[in-house]
């Protein structure tokens, strides 16, 4: 088999010869060729020679062709900041602005960035019909929350049907996105929707999964797989993300692995993921990487069904060395036989240790927000974006400062807090929201208890 095969067997959930390998590889595509992010994402020859780079030094058996969870939120009119290591944020909603949905209809072929998609796809799977591509589009809720902003968790409750609306907008989109991408060549559709993680099992049952439902059944109708990503704490929506007609799902780090092949396996659904992006394949060596990387094999076992990847857009910087160990793992025997007799001797990384005890202050409210990188992670943007919404009323009484796991200060803080889970927000050391974007009533609530506790109010 060559690896286009071994991925869309495993992806069928079939047994394969190895377990096929997918570097998750968005922008660190850049880096490879010295080009920022934004320079990358604008242009479908720098993508094109990103992608073969990372083709090159990885060996990857499959790999996706843009990971820009901004795209169509950009086409509907979205106001973009541009980073020079991450894809874009979304800094304005549309639907908060003004504009009806009712004016909004499902992209073309040729709007926006994507005949610089498509250009790629075209240009990979004419050079490489050995590799597997994966078409990454944005899923109906996140979506949903890029169109209208954080009023949406409102909205759940005030406005169901306007949501319901919304999110089945979210649905055309994915579907006109899939087949634009199938259409270009590519054979998986990843639909990838890390913002559910915020919502719990009934809410995503009554929002998401007729809308993913649909996108995957059209997926399928244009002859290809569907795969549903998602990032974060969403351990609680594993089996009704089941549900939704995918044939694939792919998870991060915050979510056990065993628990998820259980279910999937149970289901008849392949799974994937879910090598560790910052403690080790951004900041450990390459002997952690085939360590992470054959503990998730061993993890996945050998029944088939499962696809090796990161949890999620590997972070620009990562050393090249270390994604290429990962792939090494995947194809050689003899090197995963050595990966796990080193794993018997594990190795910590040295992260220097943080003294909290003069961090909580009497004139002042300190907010600490622990996030994998709020300028690349939707679900990390709308906690700090949130926070600083909330807190701008109170002046220089709030303090709010962002700790990025990509860097060790960002780890040794998330350690020191006892933080666990991603995006985390805590008041004066101690932990209030986890995993779970506040509204702005919770956490001006929450401010404003803990300053007249302080007598600030």
């Known amino acids: 088999m060559n690896g286009r095969e071994l991925v869309l067997a ?108 498509v250009a790629t796809i075209r240009a990979l799977r004419a050079a490489h019909p050995e590799l597997a591509l994966y078409g990454l589009i944005t899923g109906p809720f996140t979506l949903a929350l890029h169109l209208l902003g954080t009023d949406i968790f409102m909205q759940m409750f005030d406005d169901p049907d306007a949501v319901k609306r919304l999110l089945a907008f979210g649905a055309k989109v994915g579907k006109a996105m899939s087949r634009i991408y199938l259409e270009a060549g590519c054979d998986v559709i990843a639909v990838v929707d890390p913002m559910t993680s915020q919502i719990g099992p009934e809410q995503f049952v009554e929002f998401c999964t007729e809308p993913l439902r649909g996108v995957f059944e059209h997926v399928r109708d244009c002859g290809g797989l569907g795969s549903l990503f998602v990032c974060g704490h969403a351990q609680k929506n594993i089996e009704v993300m089941a549900d939704t007609h995918c044939d694939n799902i792919s998870i991060d780090e915050n979510i056990p692995l065993d628990y998820v092949r259980d279910i999937c396996r149970a289901r008849g659904i392949s799974f994937g993921g879910n090598l560790q992006l910052t403690v080790v394949m951004l900041l450990g060596d390459e002997r952690a990487n085939q360590i992470n990387a054959v503990q998730c094999l061993d993890v996945a076992g050998d029944a088939g ?35 796990r007799h080193l794993a018997a001797v594990p190795a910590e990384l040295s992260i220097a240790k943080v003294d909290l005890s003069g961090h909580v202050v009497p004139d002042k409210l300190k907010i600490d927000i622990v996030t994998l990188d709020s300028l690349g992670c939707a679900p990390c943007q709308y906690m700090v974006a949130a926070a600083r919404s909330a807190a701008e009323r109170y002046g220089d009484a709030v303090a ?48 404003e208890e803990r300053l007249r506790a302080k007598g600030l109010r």
């Open 10 to 117: 495993a992806i069928r959930g079939e047994k394969t010869e190895r377990v096929p390998w997918v570097p998750f590889c968005g922008v660190h595509c850049a880096s490879l060729i010295g080009k920022t992010a934004e320079e990358y994402l604008k242009s479908g020859a720098l993508m094109t020679a990103g992608l073969e780079a990372a083709i090159a030094r990885y060996q990857p058996d499959g790999i996706p062709v843009i990971f820009d969870l901004q795209l169509e939120a950009e086409i509907f009119g979205c106001g973009l900041h541009w980073n020079r290591d991450n894809p874009p944020s979304v800094m304005t909603h549309p639907l908060q602005e003004g504009v009806s949905l009712d004016s909004l209809a499902p992209p073309t072929a040729g709007q926006g960035r994507i005949p610089e998609v």
């Open 305 to 339: 069904g499962f696809i090796l990847a990161p949890g999620c857009d590997i972070p620009f910087a990562t050393p090249s060395a270390n994604i290429a160990a990962v792939g090494a793992v995947a194809r050689d025997p003899y090197v995963r036989d050595i990966a």
């Open 400 to 447: 709010i400062a962002e700790h990025k796991i990509k860097v060790r200060d960002g780890l040794a803080m998330m350690a020191a807090l006892g933080v666990r889970n991603i995006p985390t927000l805590c008041m004066d050391g101690e932990i209030v929201f986890v995993s779970a974007i506040p509204s702005h009533k919770a956490l001006a609530e929450a401010i």
